[in-house]
Nanobody, 125 residues
């Protein structure tokens, strides 16, 4: 069974940085497109970033372009999200997820079949 475990969340001041990591086990990591989503309290889960199995193709939500960078290490079965210049509106629970290669849209939650439990990111103003 595929398991995803996020880490690296925390409290940071606006303008600061955090690096989230997602460790995976139980599956063939290199065959999945990996994504990050976030969910503020009382709101829907929104797409943040995704990276193809080979690491060469990435997608970003407009709200994080130029500030966040997604990367993966297929040898270590991990995916990371470097978040710079954080803003209070980035406050949310962040989730990593795995989608099978060939999914229709990597920006939609329903394309992802495995999810982590989430890690909280809080950005103070």
């Amino acid at each position: 069974q595929v398991q995803l475990v996020e880490s690296g969340g925390g409290l940071v001041q606006a303008g600061g940085s955090l690096r989230l990591s997602c460790a995976t086990s139980g599956g063939t990591f290199s065959t999945y497109t990996m994504g990050w989503f976030r969910q503020p309290p009382g709101k829907e889960r929104d797409f943040v970033a995704a990276i193809h199995w080979n690491g060469y193709i990435t997608y970003y939500a407009n709200s994080v372009k130029g500030r966040f960078t997604i990367s993966r290490d297929n040898a270590k079965n991990t995916v990371s999200l470097q978040m710079n210049n954080l803003k209070p509106e980035d406050t949310a629970a962040y989730f990593c997820a795995a989608a099978p290669t060939g999914s229709v849209s990597y920006t939609l939650p329903h394309s992802y079949v495995h999810w982590g439990q989430g890690t909280q990111v809080t950005v103070s103003s």
